[in-house]
């Protein structure tokens, strides 16, 4: 099983400033990673896809980028609608999926 | 316009059966794998399994396999996940989604409460 930890688990900032979140997982998934957006009271949100692929609809302010074990997603400038959790999730050894615990971002 | 449509908010009893649906519209139903997915109150997501509308092919996450049973009606564009004996640890929202390599299109989602 392919174990994916997110930190940090809060990430405290403001409108305007830059978020940096981190996915890490067990062993190697190349580039098979996505990363969801969900807000409270809503159904997770595809963001990013094969690790730096937005997916349709997303600004450009989410970028995705690693491969490996190691991937982040960058949100370049916050948005009052960017605070929220973040998930990322693994396909690599599908059809076993696995999610990471999530890291919520919050105003600081 | 893609969709997916869940079933309304449950209440049941420990120990009762729960059939819970996931209707898929404005794509070829039967070309997509479903997987759902649990949400604990105020925890993450957890992948439960996935099932392939066309031929009913079905694959669960060890951490389910055995708790629960995937189905589909083709005739009806839906899916279904059901137990046959709830506990109140399965008290969550289940989320059924479209998996296009990644889960793309999510239902509502449908809250699941046990309690006696």
């Known amino acids: 099983e392919i174990v994916l930890t997110q930190s940090p688990v809060t990430l405290s900032l403001s409108p305007g400033e830059r978020a940096t979140l981190s996915c890490r997982a067990s062993?190697?998934?190349?580039?098979?990673l996505a990363w969801y957006q969900q807000k409270p009271g809503q159904a997770p949100r595809l963001l990013i896809y094969g690790a730096h692929n937005r997916a349709t609809g997303i600004p450009a302010r989410f970028s995705g980028s690693g491969s490996g074990t190691d991937f982040t997603l960058t949100i370049s400038s916050l948005e009052p609608e960017d605070f929220a959790y973040y998930y990322c999730q693994q396909r690599r050894n599908w059809p076993a999926l696995s999610f990471g615990g999530g890291t919520k971002v919050e105003i600081e | 316009e893609v969709q997916l449509v869940q079933s309304g908010a449950e209440v049941k009893k420990p120990g009762e059966s729960l059939k819970i649906s996931c209707k898929g519209s404005g794509y070829s139903f039967t070309n997509y794998w479903i997987g759902w997915v649990r949400q604990m109150p105020g925890k993450g997501l957890e992948w439960m399994g996935l099932?392939?509308?066309?031929?009913?092919?079905?694959r669960y996450s060890p951490s389910f396999q055995g708790q629960v049973t995937f189905s589909v009606d083709k005739s009806n564009s839906t899916a279904y996940l059901q137990w046959s004996s709830l506990k109140a640890s399965d008290t969550a929202i289940y989320y059924c989604?479209?998996?296009?390599?990644?889960?793309?299109?999510w239902g509502q989602g449908t809250l699941v409460t046990v309690s006696s």
């Open positions: 989604a479209r998996q296009d390599h990644y889960f793309d299109y």
């Open positions: 062993q190697s998934v190349s580039t098979f």
């Open positions: 099932i392939y509308p066309s031929d009913s092919d079905t």
